[in-house]
């Protein structure tokens, strides 16, 4: 049993920042990587950022210099700092962890960017 949780969605304007955080409970073994993922209304979801067990990261091209992904091994915890956020940023975000053989969710957080 893995649990997800995030946190840190809100309302905010144009050009502002927020921090999401997830944190994982549960049976955490061989871990690959964890994952920001979205989804805006009527669009597909979206791979956002990801952070390997070895500490490799990767983005989105439409996040790339104003995103960062990082973690707290101690605190089963992953962040996503946002920054600059633009209302084409506005969806729901979605935790995900890849822990071999499977993959987890967390049930998703809003983020509103207003203009």
């Known amino acids: 049993q893995v649990q997800l949780v995030e946190s840190g969605g809100g309302l905010v304007q144009a050009g502002g920042s927020l921090r999401l955080s997830c944190v994982a409970s549960?049976?955490?073994?061989?871990?690959?990587?964890m994952n920001w993922y979205r989804q805006a209304p009527g669009q597909q979801r979206e791979s956002v950022a990801g952070?390997?067990?070895?500490?490799?990261?990767n983005y989105a091209d439409s996040v790339k210099d104003r995103f960062t992904i990082s973690r707290d091994n101690a605190k089963n915890t992953v962040y996503l700092q946002m920054n600059s956020l633009k209302p084409e940023d506005t969806a729901v975000y979605y935790c995900?962890?890849?822990?071999?053989?499977?993959?987890?969710w967390g049930q998703g957080t809003q983020v509103t960017v207003s203009s």
């Open positions: 995900n962890a890849r822990i071999i053989p499977r993959s987890y």
């Open positions: 549960g049976s955490l073994f061989s871990i690959a990587s």
């Open positions: 952070i390997t067990s070895g500490g490799n990261t």
